[in-house]
C-alpha cells in the first residue's frame, strides 16, 4: 500500500513515518506543497492520501480539489491539528474520506488509513460526536461564523493591508485590528497571517463583501 504524507512541515512527515514503520506493507511517501504533491501523486498513484489543511501557496482545501479532479476516486484523510468540526463538515463536503486530528492517538492513523484503503470512511470517535451533536452540515462554509468586523479585517488582509492600515481604514485601533486577527486564526485554524490570506482568496471575501 502506497501512502502519500502531504505536510509542509518535516517532522510531521517523520512521525508518520514512525507510525507507519512497523507496517511492512505500506510505503511511504512525501510531498511538501501543492506542486510537489500533484507531481508526486500523478507518478506514484499512492492508494492513500493524508493532507494537511495548512500548506504554503496553495491551501489543503484547494489542493484536495485539484487531487479530486485530477483523480475522482482518489482516498484523501485530512489530517490537520484543527479539531473543529465545520473543517471536518468542509473536508467530507468537497470530498475527502476521512478527517483525522493531529492530536489523536498513533493507532488512530493506522486506523484510518486502513480503513479509506479498504473504501471506508473514518472520524474519530470525538470528533464524530462533535460533529453529530453540532449545528453544522456538510455545506456549511466555516467564514459564517465570522462577525461582521471579522469579515470585514479578513477582506483587507485579502485586499493586502496591513493591520496598521486596517485600523486606519476602519477607525479602530492597531491592538483592536491585531486581537481580531488572533480570534480569525483560532476560529479559521489558521497558523499565520499567510494563511488567513490564502482563506480570504479560497472563499472570496472581497467578492462577498464587495
Known amino acids: 500500500m502506497r501512502v502519500l504524507i502531504i505536510d509542509d512541515h518535516p517532522m510531521v512527515i517523520e512521525g508518520c513515518r514512525g507510525m507507519l514503520s512497523g507496517h511492512p506493507d505500506i510505503e511511504v511517501l512525501e510531498a511538501h506543497d501543492a506542486n510537489e504533491a500533484m507531481e508526486t501523486s500523478a507518478a506514484s498513484e499512492p492508494d492513500v492520501v493524508v493532507l494537511d489543511i495548512n500548506l504554503p501557496g496553495v491551501s489543503g482545501f484547494e489542493l484536495l480539489r485539484r487531487l479530486l479532479k485530477r ?3 482518489a482516498r484523501i484523510i485530512v489530517f490537520t491539528m ?14 475527502a474520506r476521512g478527517y483525522l486530528a493531529k492530536n489523536e492517538d498513533p ?19 470525538n470528533l464524530a460526536l462533535k ?14 461564523s465570522l462577525n ?8 483587507n488582509l485579502a ?17 483592536t485590528v ?9 476560529k479559521l485554524g489558521a497558523r499565520s497571517k499567510a494563511d488567513l490570506l490564502r482563506i480570504a482568496v479560497e472563499h472570496k471575501v472581497a467578492m462577498r463583501l464587495a
Open 71 to 73: 483523480s475522482p476516486t
Open 107 to 125: 493507532k488512530t492513523f493506522i486506523k484510518a488509513i486502513r480503513a479509506v484503503a479498504a473504501g471506508e470512511r473514518y472520524l474519530s470517535g
Open 148 to 155: 461582521a468586523r471579522e469579515m470585514e479585517i479578513l477582506r
Open 178 to 186: 491585531a486581537n481580531n486577527c488572533l480570534l480569525l486564526k483560532r
Open 82 to 95: 484543527n479539531d473543529d468540526p465545520v473543517f471536518a463538515a468542509r473536508s467530507i463536503d468537497l470530498g
Open 159 to 175: 485586499d493586502g493591508k496591513d493591520m496598521a492600515e486596517i485600523a486606519f481604514v476602519l477607525k479602530v485601533s492597531y491592538k
Open 131 to 144: 460533529l453529530a451533536f453540532s449545528d453544522q452540515n456538510l455545506a456549511k462554509n466555516p467564514l459564517d
